[in-house]
């Protein structure tokens, strides 16, 4: 043992070095327990997969060489572990001497292609502490080699098939109800595992990261079946109308790739079969208008999934007649003048609109015009409170009806004057919006200067009412009520 050396080296010296050499042998016979080794990477029993060349694989970040590692220490109150009696060995005599990291407790040390060459080999690290306690950790691992790329087969939607894009709706990531490209995959075995990349119209796969297919919306579906492969087809990016590849990209954990593969490339035709959008129509006396747009597939990623309008099919029929002259259409709206003359009664106004692929969109808003009837029902006036009766302010209820056919829009009450002295207590004019034909509003006026410190002033008064509506082409009438 290593401290018996040193005690025949210190019988030389003398009696005092002799004791204290006895000493040391006796602290060194007190400990007899070999230091204990952990964490060695890889484990026993694990397999290292090599393409048959240079790299090496063993774990996701692992390089070659790959790294062999070692935890190891001594017990607590022993001599502790000896730095430098540590050893990594491969298949017994194959000594690794790259070891960039050996301290007391941890080793790392390189192992090139040329050490972990196919097969089975033993891994046996060596530790002794300074008492000369040695421990042999012995592994084993296996060295396979993987040269077969990934396939993939069971393509949906199949290669040449079409694709619409109101398929392509969907409420956000990982909508399983979304169209979706999905794929069986396998890797003949000796395995070292795959990764699996979905990219649509790359020119060099996979050279274009905008062609791959946001990888948050592929998933392994379902969980129990680890090889079936499903991405959201509206996720693509460079996706548009017309002829669209795909590819199903895979490449093994140590390099192997159908990347050059043509087998591996998908044609599809994208068509958008989604009618313009028609929003906003009004009308008034001068103009008719509508906005359109012609959408693109909610949450889809790419902006080349629509048409787009064709503003020379734009128009607008009123009751069935198109407006000929005067209208002015974009890609986003129109608006023509309003026909001339048109008779109290009901309209409809009907905007009709095309894309560029041939999609029609119609939408219809009816209204009517013709002068409102507007009458104001018998006051009733009444004293609010006995504060009221005391300040003099007198409150008149009344009802405004509508008795006609026509609709009557943005409808105010104002108290247009007051006679005796008799004036308005708030507001003179009372906003009522809209109140359809055969409807009526109700509400108050209040009056001041009827009542002088208790005693009645005024024997009598009298006040004078307007009414304005618009009717629902928007024409302004106004009314002595």
């Known amino acids: ?125 060596y530790v002794y502490d300074l008492a000369g306690n040695g421990t042999i950790n012995h592994t084993t691992l296996t060295v396979s080699v993987d040269n077969q790329a990934p396939t993939y087969s069971n393509l949906t939607p199949a290669a040449g098939s079409t694709i619409y894009t109101s398929q392509l709706n969907s409420t956000g990531i990982n909508d399983m109800s979304a169209l979706r490209f999905d794929y069986d995959i396998a890797d003949a075995a000796p395995s070292s595992g795959y990764s699996p990349m979905s990219h649509v119209n790359d020119t060099s796969p996979p050279s274009v990261p905008g062609g791959m297919i946001s990888n948050s919306s592929c998933v392994k579906t379902p969980t129990t079946n680890p090889t079936h492969y499903s991405c959201q087809a509206n996720r693509a990016s460079l996706l548009h109308l017309g002829t669209n590849t795909f590819s199903a990209l895979l490449k093994d954990k140590v390099g192997n790739s159908n990347y050059s593969d043509p087998s591996s490339v998908s044609t599809y035709t994208v068509v958008d079969d989604v009618a313009p959008a028609i929003s906003g129509i009004t009308a008034n006396p001068a103009t008719i208008a509508a906005s359109y747009a012609d959408p693109l597939p909610t949450g889809a990623l790419s902006t080349n999934l629509a048409s787009g309008i064709n503003s020379g099919t734009a128009m607008v029929h009123v009751d069935g007649a198109m407006i000929m002259t005067g209208c002015i259409a974009t890609s986003t709206g129109i608006s023509c003048p309003t026909p001339a003359g048109l008779a109290s009664g009901s309209h409809v106004i009907e905007v009709m609109v095309t894309d560029n692929t041939g999609n029609n969109a119609r939408a219809t808003l009816s209204f009517t015009t013709g002068r409102p009837a507007l009458s104001l029902g018998a006051p009733a006036p009444r004293w609010g409170s006995y504060a009221d009766y005391t300040a003099g302010i007198l409150t008149v209820d009344w009802t405004l009806r509508n008795t006609g056919s026509t609709n009557a829009r943005s409808t105010t009450l104002t108290c247009a004057g007051n006679s005796n002295g008799v004036i308005m207590n708030g507001p003179a004019t009372a906003i009522l919006g809209d109140i359809a034909a055969g409807g009526s509003a109700s509400g108050t006026l209040r009056y001041e200067g009827i009542v002088n410190g208790g005693y009645v002033v005024v024997g009598s008064w009298h006040t004078t009412n307007t009414s304005t509506a618009l009717d629902d082409l928007g024409n302004l009438y106004t009314y002595p009520v």
């Open 1 to 125: 043992m290593r401290n018996t050396r040193m005690l025949k080296y210190f019988l030389i010296g003398g009696a005092l070095l002799i004791f204290l050499s006895l000493a040391a042998t006796a602290s060194a016979i007190a400990d007899t327990t070999a230091p204990v080794v952990t964490n060695v990477v890889p484990v026993n029993g694990s397999t290292i997969y090599t393409n048959g060349g240079s790299t090496i694989y063993y774990q996701p970040g692992n390089t070659t060489p790959m790294v062999i590692k070692a935890d190891y220490s001594d017990e607590a109150g022993g001599s502790g572990v000896d730095a430098t009696s540590i050893m990594v060995h491969l298949d017994g005599m194959n000594m690794l001497s790259d070891c960039p990291v050996q301290t007391a407790s941890h080793v790392e040390c390189n192992a090139t292609a040329a050490d972990l060459f196919p097969g089975t080999h033993d891994l046996d690290i």
